[in-house]
């Protein structure tokens, strides 16, 4: 699946393309190409324009009309002409394969989605052999259905029968339909194989978490880069990798973790985004088992992302999908330390907004109802970390004690315990 991948060493040039509709006003818009340049720079390539398209909804044919890709094919020859190539154009959105054969079309250059993008990010990430089977699992999926864009350059000619032949007629097969059809045979062969050996893997992941005992299971979710790797490695005294890219982390994490002499599970898992490709989530259900057995998740949030809120709901819903809906969940506002507000003129009378908010305001909106459910910290600089830790105790004692009532005097009670006296050098 190497034609997925961009390579990093061409430090590739693309412009993004968004629609604006009713339901997703400028603002929004802005935002998620701003989300889908993190995806382009993390995939190393650097973005040079952005286009917008005022609709109802994606144009069914060319996903923003022929007037906006007349200017978008307009702004990439003039560039070509001033020898600043563009390599792509990258669309927000999902296309389908006739948007994708008509856009290429028109434009006569490498055309990428929101999910190719995720796609490519996920290949290069990818380290173990778990990991890439899954991710090789989700570009068949992704590709089977736009499989005809691939040979519309092979003209279908007409054959053996004569020339009336009909719906029912036999021969009229051209060349590019029979590779068409042996490709998918072929595709779908590779797929029922790699299912296997998801299976396989499954199976052997299974036994690895019934091995590991009965101790109390904690797993980290989130949206991407909230900083769950860090927390990670904080709590685990482990070496996680973390970058301040997309999709850091693919495959599951697991550390035996003790905090005061209370050892449980902790792992870090995929994060989310917005607009995650359904066969990425279909193919990537292995690895979020470990969401799915645990007793207790962490749900981290950037707390300095300016539509961190809308990001929660992301991560909500994608866990409603998982059927983890349910499950007992801690909330951790993280990254503190770069949490900024624009502070209101004393003779602004309009209502706050979450930007004129600091962050002792913040805490008094809706998260105030969360009560005990919520910590703010930041895993960079510590702060707030004995507070964490005392909550995570709390929790995992609970459901320790639950499970296992007779070891009640083994672990003090929450309000027992002093973690300030501790070095923050030992956690």
């Not at 950037?302 to 983890?324: N, R």
């Not at 913040?362 to 998260?367: A, E, G, R, Y």
């Amino acid at each position: 699946m190497k034609e997925f991948i961009i390579s990093q060493a061409q430090a590739e040039t693309a412009v993004l393309v968004a629609i604006v509709t009713s339901r997703q006003d400028e603002r929004k818009t802005a935002e998620y190409l701003d989300e889908l340049e993190f995806l382009a720079e993390t995939a190393g390539v650097r973005t040079v324009k952005r286009f917008t398209q005022r609709a109802e909804g994606p144009n069914t044919t060319t996903y923003v009309g022929s007037g906006k890709l007349a200017e978008i094919r307009a702004y990439i020859e003039a560039e070509a002409e001033a020898e600043r190539e563009v390599g792509m154009v990258i669309f927000d959105d999902e296309l389908s394969a006739r948007q994708l054969r008509n856009i290429e079309k028109e434009l006569k250059i490498k055309i990428l989605d929101r999910t190719t993008l995720i796609l490519d990010i996920f290949a290069m990430r990818a380290q173990t052999a778990n990991a890439k089977t899954q991710v090789e699992l989700a570009q068949y999926r992704y590709m089977l259905p736009r499989l005809s864009r691939l040979w519309t350059h092979l003209e279908r000619q007409g054959g053996g029968s004569g020339s009336g032949g009909g719906k029912g007629s036999v021969g009229l097969r051209g060349p590019g339909e029979t590779q068409l059809e042996m490709d998918r045979r072929i595709i779908l062969n590779r797929m029922s194989l790699l299912k296997k050996r998801l299976a396989e893997i499954d199976k052997q992941k299974t036994t690895q978490r019934q091995n590991r005992g009965r101790l109390i299971r904690v797993a980290l979710v989130g949206y991407t880069n909230v900083g769950k790797s860090t927390i990670m490695n904080l709590m685990a005294k482990s070496e996680v990798f973390a970058e301040n890219k997309l999709f850091a982390t693919l495959d599951t994490t697991v550390r035996k973790v003790t905090v005061q002499n209370l050892p449980f599970l902790l792992s870090d898992t995929v994060g989310f985004i917005r607009k995650l490709p359904t066969d990425l989530v279909e193919s990537f259900k292995s690895t979020l088992d470990e969401v799915r057995e645990a007793d207790l998740l962490i749900h981290v949030v950037d707390v300095s992302h300016p539509d961190f809120e809308e990001q929660i709901t992301v991560v909500d819903k994608t866990l409603a999908e998982l059927g983890c809906a349910d499950k007992p969940t801690m909330m951790v506002f993280n990254k503190v330390d770069a949490y900024s507000f624009v502070e209101k003129d004393e003779f602004d009378l309009t209502p706050s907004t979450k930007e004129n908010m600091t962050m002792d305001e913040l805490k008094q909106t809706w998260i105030a109802k969360l009560g005990n459910d919520c910590v703010f910290m930041s895993a960079l600089t510590k702060e707030g970390i004995d507070d964490f830790r005392l909550q995570l105790y709390q929790r995992v004692r609970q459901l320790h004690v639950q499970r296992f009532p007779y070891n009640d005097f083994l672990y003090p009670l929450a309000e027992d315990l002093d973690f300030g006296s501790e070095s923050l050098e030992n956690i």
